[in-house]
């Protein structure tokens, strides 16, 4: 039986959706197990490309792929940029927040 890729969409984000669940769950018992979730929820959106939620983009390196909770990183704010650190592979991510500020101009106006 054929699905449309709408539909293969779908279910692969339900999938992920559930693989970031038991990472979260899984994380203080087994990291390396946690961190292997991560891996085949983003195999699986690569297979169906699928571009993950901007909420689990940040959940997890992208470097080592090792799942972000209390604990394995930290987070800073620096020149218009929000700084992820991994402690696993001892590497940056940064990512801007200009959409965020230029809201907040907007409704000071």
């Known amino acids: 039986m054929k699905t449309n890729k709408g539909e293969q969409k779908k279910i692969a984000l339900e999938r992920i959706k559930i693989l970031f669940k038991e990472a ?49 990183y930290r987070v800073r704010t620096k020149n218009g940029k929000v700084v992820y650190y991994c402690f696993a592979c001892k590497k940056y991510t940064r990512i801007p927040f200009i959409r965020e500020r230029l809201i907040k101009k907007l409704k000071k106006r």
């Open 24 to 72: 979260d769950i899984i994380f203080d018992e087994n990291k390396t197990l946690a961190n292997s979730y991560i891996k085949k929820a983003r195999k699986l959106a690569m297979r169906v490309n699928l571009r993950l939620p901007r909420v689990l983009k940040r959940k997890f390196c992208k470097h080592c792929y090792s799942y972000f909770k209390s604990g394995s």
